[in-house]
């Protein structure tokens, strides 16, 4: 019944399109009727269409349902969906070792979480300023005066619900429609989209794991044009781990210095998960580049409080208030509890003190395991990740190979699919991050378990037959 209602609504809604000459990008039940018309499919087969006859068919009125065009651009997450897939198949029981998530393994560290808890039992339970409390941005100017030689007043800081809020207010702040935000790639998945939610247009510049995945400002310089606004930097990365040392980003702060209308956003938020000798640079230390600069930082790494949704941006002050307006209709302020915990977690001494740098000395450890078992397996590329805690893994060569009984490994998303299928782990395909000749391994888990995990990707790497030259 119900299709046959669509069938006689959809030729009312052509004809008056066909009438009114309307825009086909404008409306999207236009435009999905007049692609089915083209088609001239069966009406019943019409899945996207989201109009909705009232009354059923008694030809009174269509409702318009279908999401925005701004929804409609947006890619879900594939870090998202893969870990849901590989939570599915857990709940039914199959044995899967997941290292797909972007999250630390260890607890909250006890000082932080305690503060927490003190929080809600002194009744800290009510709404604070949206910026943040003054004592937790006074906090946060302290670290970055001491840890990244900044210098910021309270009021030149934003506290939100996580970097990845901070990073989208930044973007609507700075952003007008049709400006361009430069990306390098491989990128961590939310900037393309946070760019297209603020009518912005990624401009992605890949980058190579012969150079470490890092940006060559020259292929910067060719892209930067009177449109470009922004451009996104993540120190140490997500997904390969690299770190962008001093030198290169003082040749990036030169290109940005010719370029009046192009601003920086820095994400730090993996600072302090870093291995010597690697140093970490904060963009707006370099000269000139403080007015130029927005600083993400957060709390969910280094001090694993991925759950707490806490996080700052650093920027001046038009940029803080502009941010702020937008916070204050979105979302309000940040957790009271959280900021108590975020409070207390700078005050755990010099990039965490003993807490964070013991989950480090962890992760370094985890990481030149698996640096030293990818190496040995003939086919797979290996960048050298100094910070954050995942692998950036070129399976490139493994592509356009048959196996049996699964089919053809024709990129990442197929690689990865093998990989749960056959030996149980759970990566993300690069294509996820805009590199699709890679896969990223995250190995916040322990080392057994990366043990376990390696064991079961060498057993079934061989059933990966090289394909057969027709
Ligand atoms: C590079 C990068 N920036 C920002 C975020 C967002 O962090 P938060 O949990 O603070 O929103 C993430 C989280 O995965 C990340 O990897």
Known sequence: MEGLCFSSSFKITLQSTLSNQASELHNGIHSVSLRAWERRKPIRSLKTRSTIRSEACTGSMDFDTSVSPRANSIKPSKTMAISDHATALVQKGVPVIRLAAGEPDFDTPTAIAEAGIRAIQQGYTRYTPNAGTLELRTAICHKLKEENGLSYTPDQILVSNGAKQCILQSVLAVCSPSDEVIIPAPYWVSYPEIARLADANPVIIPTFIEDNFLLNPDVLASKINEKSRLLILSTPSNPTGSVYPKKLLEQIAELVAKHPRLMVLCDEIYEHIIYQPAEHTSFASLPGMWERTLTVNGFSKAFAMTGWRLGYLAAPKHFITACNKIQSQATSGASSISQKAG????????????????????????????????????????????????????????????????????????????????????????????????????????????????????????????????
């Open 343 to 470: 409070l207390a977690a700078l005050g755990l001494g010099y990039a965490g003190g003993e807490a964070v740098s013991t989950m480090v000395a962890a992760f370094k450890e985890r990481r030149d395991f698996l640096v030293q078992r990818f190496k040995a397996i003939d086919g797979v590329k290996v960048s050298e990740p100094q910070g954050a805690f995942y692998l950036f893994l070129d399976f490139s060569s493994y592509y356009g190979s048959y196996v049996e009984g699964f089919g053809l490994i024709k990129d990442s998303d197929s690689l990865c699919r093998f990989l749960l299928d056959k030996a149980q782990v759970a990566l993300v395909p690069g294509d996820a991050f805009g590199d699709d000749s890679c896969v990223r391994i995250s190995y916040a888990a322990s080392l057994t378990t990366l043990q376990a995990a390696m064991d079961k990707i060498e057993k079934a790497l061989p059933l990966i037959k090289p394909a057969v030259a027709v």
